[in-house]
C-alpha cells in the first residue's frame, strides 16, 4: 500500500540528513519524501534546486544514457527518441480515485482509492532500484502569487526533471514557501523500470503497465510506466489541471485547457483573451498568432493551462501558471508559426521530431520538400513506408521567454483581465467560422457541447468526433455536471463583469477535403471582430445558435476568398444542427441529477429557435 498522504500532523521528525533535504526544509516535506524513498529504494536522491548547472548535469546525463542526442543546428538544443510505445497520453490508463464515483462523473475512470493504493503500493514497491530520485520543488505561478500553487514532483526520470526545469519554476524558492503549510500537491512518478546491479540502462525506460493516478481528496497523484508528456510531468496535466479543477471548485475560481493572449492595436484598442480547444486543435498557434491586418500586434501570456479567480474588482483575473511551452512540432512553418520557428533556434528539447544529415530537426509541415537522408523519429532511416518522419505528437519544450511574442508582464502574480472567452475544436462540417453566445449561460451551453475531431496527443482513434466539452473532458477531475454547474455560477458571481463567450472553427472544410478557411494568421481577422464585440462596436445577427458577424463587419480587406466560401463558413444548416442536437441531449443525459437546469434550458431554447426559423 502507498504511503498516506503527507499531512501537517502526522509528520514525523525524520532527520533531513538521511533523505539530502536541504536546510531548513518543512519536516512535513522530508517525512513525505523519505516515505516515498522507503517504498521505492532508489539509488540515491537529488534535491532539484533549479539552477542552470542542475540542468547541464541532467543533459550530461541524457546524453551519456542515449536518451538525447545533440541538435547542432540549435545551440543548447537536444533530441529525444522515446520508446515507440510512450508517444502521447494514454486516457485509458487515466483515473481518478474519488472516495465516492459519482464525484469522479460519467467522463472519468473511476477506481476506488483503497484498492487503487494497493495496486500502486505493489507497482512502486522497489520501482526506483538502482536509479536516482530527484525531488523537484516547484510553483505553478510565480512564487508566492495571489493565483499560485505549489507542488512537490517526485521523479526517477532525469527527461522528466529537464522538463519540468523548463515548463515551470523549479528550485528553492517554491521548496522555502511550502515551509509551515500543506498547501502545496504531492506527485510521484516513477518509469517503473528499476536496474539490476550492472544492469544496462536503455535510452528511454519505460513500463508496459500505465497509472496516471489522481485522489481529489487528498490532492495526490502517483503517476507509474511512462515518461512521456501529460503522463509524467506531473505539474501539467495532473495538477494544473485534473487536481487544481478540484481545488477550484472547492475554492470558487477556474482552472481551464486554454491560451491566453492579448492583441492590441497601434490606437489603444486591446483586449485580454483565453481560448479552450482540445488537444493538438491549435491554441499554441492562436497564441502566438502575427495579424495578417494593419494596426494589430498579438502577444503570448499563455499556451495551454490558465487559472483564473474573480479580483478585488469584480473582474476574471487570469494567469498561465506554466513557464514554457510543451508544443506540437508537426504543422509549425515560418508560414503558419514563425514565432515558434524562432523561438526554437536554442535551448530547446524536442522529442520524436526527424533529423536531418546536417543535424537539424524536421517534421512534416516545417518546409514543403522532404530533406535527403533523413533520420526518422525511431533513429532509422527515413521510409515513408515506415509512415511520417516525425511522429504526429511529437514536441517542442522550450521556456516561454525564448517566445519573441511573449508579453512583457506575462508572469504578472495578479495575472490579465479578461474580456473574451473562446471555444473551439476541428469540426469538418456545420460550425461557423465564428459565432457569440447571447449570453453567459449560452457561452456555458456553447463550452458544455464542444466538440472535436481526435488527434495525437492521446492513444486512440484520430479524426473520430467526439464530445470534449470545454476541451476538458480528459482533465477535469471530478463530475463534469458539477463542473458545468460551477461554470454557470462563476457568471452569475461575475455579472456585468463577466467575459463575453465566443465559438471559433477554423477546420471547416470543402467537398474536397481541404480547408475553407486560410487560418493562422488570418484568424486576427476574427478576433478583430470579438474585440469589436467586446468594445460594442462590431455588428452582429442573432440567430438560432448565437450571434453571427453581420454582412460586413468581419474585415476582409486584402483577402483572396470567395464570396461563396465565407458564405459556406457561416452557413448553419438547421437540420444537421437539429439532429446533433439529439447526441447533445444523450451526452447530457449521463450527468443525470448533476446536470445544471440552465443547459436544458439552453438546449430547448436552441432547439425551439432552430425549429422555428
Ligand atoms: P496541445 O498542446 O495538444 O494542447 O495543442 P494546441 O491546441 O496548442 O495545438 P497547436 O496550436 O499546437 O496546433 C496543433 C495543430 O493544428 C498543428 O499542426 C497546427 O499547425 C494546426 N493548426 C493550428 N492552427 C490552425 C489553423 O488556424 N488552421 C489550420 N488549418 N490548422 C491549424
Ligand atoms: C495535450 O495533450 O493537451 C497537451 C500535451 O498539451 S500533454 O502535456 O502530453 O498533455
Ligand atoms: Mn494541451
Same mark, same amino acid.
Given at each position: 500500500?502507498?504511503?498516506?498522504?503527507?499531512?501537517?500532523?502526522?509528520?514525523?521528525?525524520?532527520?533531513?540528513?538521511?533523505?539530502? +533535504?536541504?536546510?531548513?526544509?518543512?519536516?512535513?516535506?522530508?517525512?513525505?519524501?523519505?516515505?516515498?524513498?522507503?517504498?521505492?529504494?532508489?539509488?540515491?536522491?537529488?534535491?532539484?534546486?533549479?539552477?542552470?548547472?542542475?540542468? *547541464?548535469?541532467?543533459?550530461?546525463?541524457?546524453?551519456?544514457?542515449?536518451?538525447?542526442?545533440?541538435?547542432?543546428?540549435?545551440?543548447?538544443?537536444?533530441?529525444?527518441?522515446?520508446?515507440?510505445?510512450?508517444?502521447?497520453?494514454?486516457?485509458?490508463?487515466?483515473?481518478?480515485?474519488?472516495?465516492?464515483?459519482?464525484?469522479?462523473?460519467?467522463?472519468?475512470?473511476?477506481?476506488?482509492?483503497?484498492?487503487?493504493?494497493?495496486?500502486?503500493?505493489?507497482?512502486?514497491?522497489?520501482?526506483?532500484?538502482?536509479?536516482?530520485?530527484?525531488?523537484?520543488?516547484?510553483?505553478?505561478?510565480?512564487?508566492?502569487?495571489?493565483?499560485?500553487?505549489?507542488?512537490?514532483?517526485?521523479?526517477?526520470?532525469?527527461?522528466?526533471?529537464?522538463?519540468? /526545469?523548463?515548463?515551470?519554476?523549479?528550485?528553492?524558492?517554491?521548496?522555502?514557501?511550502?515551509?509551515?503549510? $500543506?498547501?502545496?500537491?504531492?506527485?510521484? /512518478?516513477?518509469?517503473?523500470?528499476?536496474?539490476?546491479?550492472?544492469?544496462?540502462?536503455?535510452?528511454?525506460?519505460?513500463?508496459?503497465?500505465?497509472?496516471?493516478?489522481?485522489?481529489?481528496?487528498? $490532492?495526490?497523484?502517483?503517476?507509474?510506466?511512462?515518461?512521456?508528456?501529460?503522463?509524467?510531468?506531473?505539474?501539467?496535466?495532473?495538477?494544473?489541471?485534473?487536481?487544481?479543477?478540484?481545488?477550484?471548485?472547492?475554492?470558487?475560481?477556474?482552472?481551464?485547457?486554454?491560451?491566453?493572449?492579448?492583441?492590441?492595436?497601434? !490606437?489603444?484598442?486591446?483586449?485580454?483573451?483565453?481560448?479552450?480547444?482540445?488537444?493538438?486543435?491549435?491554441?499554441?498557434?492562436?497564441?502566438?498568432?502575427?495579424?495578417?491586418?494593419?494596426?494589430?500586434?498579438?502577444?503570448?501570456?499563455?499556451?495551454?493551462?490558465?487559472?483564473?479567480?474573480?479580483?478585488?474588482?469584480?473582474?476574471?483575473?487570469?494567469?498561465?501558471?506554466?513557464?514554457?511551452?510543451?508544443?506540437?512540432?508537426?504543422?509549425?512553418?515560418?508560414?503558419?508559426?514563425?514565432?515558434?520557428?524562432?523561438?526554437?533556434?536554442?535551448?530547446?528539447?524536442?522529442?520524436?521530431?526527424?533529423?536531418?544529415?546536417?543535424?537539424?530537426?524536421?517534421?512534416?509541415?516545417?518546409?514543403?520538400?522532404?530533406?535527403?537522408?533523413?533520420?526518422?523519429?525511431?533513429?532509422?532511416?527515413?521510409?515513408?513506408?515506415?509512415?511520417?518522419?516525425?511522429?504526429?505528437?511529437?514536441?517542442?519544450?522550450?521556456?516561454?521567454? *525564448?517566445?519573441?511574442?511573449?508579453?512583457?508582464?506575462?508572469?504578472?502574480?495578479?495575472?490579465?483581465?479578461?474580456?473574451?472567452?473562446?471555444?473551439?475544436?476541428?469540426?469538418?462540417?456545420?460550425?461557423?467560422?465564428?459565432?457569440?453566445? $447571447?449570453?453567459?449561460?449560452?457561452?456555458?451551453?456553447?463550452?458544455?457541447?464542444?466538440?472535436?475531431? *481526435?488527434?495525437? +496527443?492521446?492513444?486512440?482513434?484520430?479524426?473520430?468526433?467526439? $464530445? !470534449?466539452?470545454?476541451?476538458?473532458?480528459?482533465?477535469?477531475?471530478?463530475?463534469?455536471?458539477?463542473?458545468?454547474? /460551477?461554470?454557470?455560477?462563476?457568471?452569475?458571481?461575475?455579472?456585468?463583469?463577466?467575459?463575453?463567450?465566443?465559438?471559433?472553427?477554423?477546420?471547416?472544410?470543402?467537398?474536397?477535403?481541404?480547408?475553407?478557411?486560410?487560418?493562422?494568421?488570418?484568424?486576427?481577422?476574427?478576433?478583430?471582430?470579438?474585440?469589436?464585440?467586446?468594445?460594442?462596436?462590431?455588428?452582429?445577427?442573432?440567430?438560432?445558435?448565437?450571434?453571427?458577424?453581420?454582412?460586413?463587419?468581419?474585415?476582409?480587406?486584402?483577402?483572396?476568398?470567395?464570396?461563396?466560401?465565407?458564405?459556406?463558413?457561416?452557413?448553419?444548416?438547421?437540420?444537421?444542427?437539429?439532429?446533433?442536437?439529439?447526441?447533445?441531449?444523450?451526452?447530457?443525459?449521463?450527468?443525470?441529477?448533476?446536470?445544471?437546469?440552465?443547459?436544458?434550458?439552453?438546449?430547448?431554447?436552441?432547439?425551439?429557435?432552430?425549429? /422555428?426559423?
Amino acid at each position: 500500500i502507498l504511503p498516506a498522504a503527507p499531512t501537517r500532523a502526522s509528520a514525523k521528525p525524520v532527520k533531513p540528513k538521511r533523505v539530502g +533535504a536541504p536546510e531548513g526544509a518543512d519536516p512535513g516535506v522530508v517525512s513525505w519524501v523519505a516515505s516515498v524513498a522507503e517504498l521505492t529504494e532508489p539509488r540515491d536522491i537529488v534535491w532539484c534546486d533549479g539552477s542552470q548547472e542542475e540542468l *547541464q548535469r541532467l543533459i550530461d546525463i541524457m546524453l551519456e544514457a542515449g536518451t538525447i542526442v545533440p541538435v547542432p543546428k540549435r545551440p543548447g538544443s537536444y533530441l529525444a527518441r522515446s520508446n515507440p510505445d510512450d508517444v502521447a497520453r494514454m486516457e485509458d490508463r487515466t483515473f481518478i480515485c474519488a472516495d465516492d464515483a459519482e464525484d469522479a462523473g460519467p467522463t472519468n475512470n473511476w477506481r476506488d482509492p483503497a484498492s487503487m493504493r494497493q495496486v500502486l503500493g505493489g507497482l512502486f514497491d522497489g520501482a526506483m532500484r538502482g536509479r536516482t530520485m530527484y525531488v523537484i520543488p516547484f510553483s505553478m505561478g510565480p512564487v508566492g502569487g495571489p493565483i499560485s500553487k505549489l507542488g512537490i514532483e517526485i521523479t526517477d526520470s532525469p527527461y522528466v526533471v529537464a522538463s519540468m /526545469h523548463y515548463m515551470t519554476r523549479v528550485g528553492t524558492a517554491a521548496l522555502e514557501a511550502m515551509h509551515g503549510t $500543506r498547501d502545496w500537491v504531492p506527485a510521484v /512518478h516513477s518509469i517503473g523500470a528499476p536496474l539490476a546491479d550492472g544492469q544496462q540502462d536503455v535510452p528511454w525506460p519505460c513500463n508496459p503497465t500505465r497509472y496516471i493516478s489522481h485522489f481529489p481528496e487528498t $490532492r495526490e497523484i502517483w503517476s507509474f510506466g511512462s515518461a512521456y508528456g501529460g503522463n509524467a510531468l506531473l505539474a501539467k496535466k495532473c495538477f494544473a489541471l485534473r487536481i487544481a479543477s478540484v481545488q477550484a471548485r472547492d475554492e470558487g475560481w477556474l482552472a481551464e485547457h486554454m491560451l491566453l493572449l492579448r492583441m492590441k492595436h497601434d !490606437d489603444g484598442r486591446q483586449i485580454h483573451l483565453a481560448g479552450a480547444f482540445p488537444s493538438a486543435c491549435g491554441k499554441t498557434n492562436l497564441a502566438m498568432l502575427q495579424p495578417t491586418i494593419p494596426g494589430w500586434t498579438v502577444e503570448t501570456l499563455g499556451d495551454d493551462i490558465v487559472w483564473m479567480r474573480p479580483g478585488p474588482d469584480g473582474r476574471l483575473w487570469a494567469i498561465n501558471p506554466e513557464n514554457g511551452f510543451f508544443g506540437v512540432a508537426p504543422g509549425t512553418s515560418e508560414a503558419t508559426n514563425a514565432t515558434a520557428m524562432a523561438m526554437m533556434d536554442h535551448d530547446t528539447i524536442f522529442t520524436n521530431v526527424a533529423m536531418t544529415p546536417d543535424g537539424d530537426v524536421w517534421w512534416e509541415g516545417m518546409t514543403k520538400d522532404v530533406p535527403e537522408g533523413l533520420i526518422d523519429w525511431q533513429g532509422r532511416p527515413y521510409d515513408p513506408a515506415n509512415g511520417p518522419a516525425a511522429h504526429p505528437n511529437a514536441r517542442f519544450t522550450v521556456r516561454a521567454e *525564448q517566445a519573441p511574442s511573449i508579453a512583457p508582464d506575462w508572469d504578472a502574480p495578479e495575472g490579465v483581465p479578461l474580456d473574451a472567452i473562446i471555444f473551439g475544436g476541428r469540426r469538418p462540417t456545420q460550425v461557423p467560422l465564428v459565432l457569440q453566445a $447571447r449570453d453567459w449561460e449560452h457561452g456555458v451551453y456553447v463550452g458544455a457541447t464542444v466538440s472535436s475531431q *481526435q488527434t495525437a +496527443a492521446a492513444e486512440g482513434p484520430v479524426g473520430e468526433i467526439r $464530445r !470534449d466539452p470545454f476541451a476538458m473532458l480528459p482533465f477535469c477531475g471530478y463530475n463534469m455536471g458539477d463542473y458545468f454547474t /460551477h461554470w454557470i455560477d462563476m457568471g452569475h458571481r461575475l455579472g456585468r463583469h463577466a467575459p463575453k463567450i465566443f465559438s471559433v472553427n477554423w477546420f471547416r472544410r470543402d467537398e474536397d477535403g481541404g480547408f475553407l478557411w486560410p487560418g493562422f494568421g488570418e484568424n486576427a481577422r476574427v478576433l478583430e471582430w470579438i474585440a469589436g464585440r467586446v468594445a460594442g462596436t462590431a455588428p452582429g445577427v442573432d440567430t438560432a445558435v448565437g450571434v453571427l458577424p453581420a454582412e460586413g463587419a468581419l474585415n476582409l480587406d486584402g483577402l483572396d476568398i470567395d464570396e461563396a466560401v465565407m458564405d459556406e463558413l457561416f452557413e448553419i444548416d438547421p437540420k444537421a444542427w437539429l439532429s446533433e442536437l439529439v447526441d447533445v441531449e444523450a451526452f447530457f443525459g449521463q450527468f443525470g441529477r448533476a446536470l445544471p437546469t440552465g443547459l436544458v434550458r439552453q438546449l430547448n431554447h436552441v432547439r425551439w429557435r432552430l425549429e /422555428h426559423v
